[in-house]
């Protein structure tokens, strides 16, 4: 009976998972449905990503035929130790989240720069990763929509992004 306890909690855990995907990542299609955070990759992705003095840069790219804003960046510093079968008592690792200032054309690109945890220290370093959490996807006027992933009324941007 405890197999059977067990099996039905991880699979209302699994079935949680599935329909709660705004905990991880999301945007409005056509429908205003939730993309999921498998499908995000399809609107818009980072690249190029690099920390340097405090600081973690990168891209993103507006992978859609509409203009993308509220462009929300996680960044995951984990928190690696020197001695990992020795770790010390607290876990350093941390997310931040940042909002693009800018609006991202369609398939343009907008560069970022944001605060970043320390890099490194005499125990152990951060190892960072960003990825984009949330977006609004505003369709464009008088275009096509863009593959299921427009959604909301809106203009163009208004403000073109940085090369």
């Known amino acids: 009976m405890t197999h059977l306890v067990r099996t039905a909690t ?12 705004s905990v991880a990542a999301f945007a409005a299609d056509d429908a205003g449905q939730i993309v999921t955070p498998q499908r995000m990759e399809d609107v818009a992705a980072v690249r190029d990503v690099s920390v340097a003095d405090g600081q973690v840069s990168g891209m993103v790219e507006n992978r859609t035929p509409d203009t ?23 876990d350093r690792s941390r997310v931040d989240y940042y909002v693009l200032p800018q609006e991202i054309p369609p398939h343009g690109t907008a560069r970022f720069t944001a605060p970043a945890a320390v890099t490194s220290h005499a125990d152990g370093r951060y190892e960072t990763h960003v990825t984009v959490a949330d977006v609004t996807v505003v369709a464009t006027p008088g275009g096509a929509p863009g593959a299921g992933t427009s959604g909301g009324a809106g203009g163009p941007a208004a403000s073109p992004s940085a090369p």
């Open 68 to 90: 993308l804003r509220d462009v929300r960046l996680r960044i995951h510093s984990l928190w690696l130790w020197k001695r990992e079968f020795r770790p010390g008592e607290d």
């Open 10 to 21: 991880l699979a209302a855990l699994a079935a949680l998972a599935v329909t709660v995907p």
